[in-house]
């Protein structure tokens, strides 16, 4: 096979960015990128034997500014093997992996790179793998020019994967979701222990010469309670070790199976009793929009008085000015924090800088175990997207024949909107377990193809509570890793056979509601949708009719059928300028108990929900977003 060496160059200027890379045989490519001030990027493939005719052609292709002097900087030289898949290590990965990879690829390990040199360098490649430190945005997908495959992150957090521009750019973005677990949860555990007994204080005092052992009196874990915030698998080791340590464990996730927590001795709290009870409060928690600074002023107020606080999860999920007030007012005694808003952080950061917070340099999965683990978990999956095979730690990308989809598109639509919706009318603490979808239809089971369906529902279950991506390709993988079942039965229907589907219902088994009206008469949590001229609606809460189409957000209220309700609803709405796009009301039977739902297209305020609970005939009532 022939060899070719590739070049890659970067020229800076005042006024822009420019990049280009080339490969010096008569008959390879050349590709180069021009990055402007406003970020644009614009890249094109030339024949051309020389730089020097790249530049020429590139001179002529955008008006260069005044003065501006094309000097080649050579970043990189990279041996690449024509015909083998190029593979970008943007850092540093365990060599297990780099072994892996370097059976199938040509690899070029190019650490520290800019934004602007990732840019240029991806259009060569075919596959990326980055840790946490590495933003691949939508630029940098526009910049592949549709070569780049597969995107490999070497860990579990994908906040810094453009995921949306992946899809929508046809790359499949891959994480490595169990390796660096274990070295997490210590990590944890290491912060909390030197947190308590000031380990890294006393330490820096004493390699100054120092004797203080009065100032560093540090406090006792034993009998102490620890609360942890996301009881997933990070959150899961971390509470069989402070076990160890003779803690008692509370742990709040919303999500979390009851069976596992008792299992481990844990007990699921809401997320105030949390604040109230714990001495010791670990973040394990994803940073969804959920979780964004959901440490705040307000929850520090709610807190238990000299708490002490760990975060090894996202630094996204705490206020950190917030944080900086609570510890200056002694609301929290101390803080240790491995994970930061922006990474790394300014010196001169308060927390950072803070008497009272220990820091490390995101270190949770830093262990040499786990990085070679995490190395061979991510070699695996890029390889194996490489050469075509389906990836179960896929994180996006559905991969449906393009007729199915068009087919399905509104009931893919519909079954995404009723597991969003049914999962929030579970109440806390109960855990989704088990998930029974009913198709009704008049087509055979060949001519129907659940699996997207039942994808979406499951990507409407956890994503809300998750930061990970859920599609057709990694449904079934995630909902086994989180003990979710979900069973799927068809109904068969007269309808007609051009019809996929006449209606799904989404059933959450042995759980408790916060509307106990979506209950229906099997006890569980019951759904039921329809698609109407291609639009999603809902069309049964429990044992009541409805009819209102999912979109917006949805008000559900039971009351005492009776005239005038609607009105007195609407107008509380309407008096906040929310409008209303759908109305409608299911009761049994006339004068006695109904349920209304209305959807409305802004989000109404905390005053008007309440208001709205107030009306006298109102029994219960819920707002879920879609
Ligand atoms: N510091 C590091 O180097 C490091 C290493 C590994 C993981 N992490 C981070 O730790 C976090 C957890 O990782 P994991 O592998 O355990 O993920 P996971 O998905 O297994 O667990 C997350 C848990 O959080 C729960 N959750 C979601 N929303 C919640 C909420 N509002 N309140 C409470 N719980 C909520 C979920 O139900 C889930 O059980 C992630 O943010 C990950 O990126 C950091
Ligand atoms: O999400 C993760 O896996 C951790 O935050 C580790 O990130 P890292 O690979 O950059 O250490």
Redesign the pocket.
Known sequence: MAAALRIAAVVADRNCVVAYAARPSPTSSFVAGFYGRNGKSLSFQSTLPSLICLRRQYSSLIALPKGLSLIPVVRSQTAEVIGKPTVLVAEKLGDAGLQLLKEVANVDCSYNLTHEELCVKISLCDALIV???TKVTREVFEASNGRLKVVGR????IDNVDLQAATELGCLVVNAPTA?TVA?AEHGIALLAAMARNIPQANASLKEGKWQRNKYTGVSMVDKIIAVMGFGKVGTEVARRAKGLGLNVIAHDPYAPADRARALGVELVSFDEALARADFISLHMPLTPATKKVFNDETFGKIKRGVRIINVARGGVIDEEALVRALDNGIVAQAALDVFTEEPPEKSNKLVQHENVIVTP?L???TAEAQEG?AVEIAQAVVGALQGELAATAVNAPMVPAEVLTELAPYVNLAERLGRLAVQLVSGGSGVKDVKVTYSSARSSDDLDTRLLRAMIVKGIIEPVSDTFINLVNADYVSKQRGLRISEERQPSDGALDVPLDSIQVKIANVESKFASAISDSGDITLEGKVKDGVAHLSKVGAFSVDISLEGSIILCRQVDQPGMIGKVGSLLGEENVNISFMSVGRISPRKKAVMAIGVDDEPSKSVLRRIGAISAIEEFVYLKL
């Open positions: 840790r946490s430190g070497a860990g579990v957090g660096n997490a995101h949770g999965a830093s995490v």
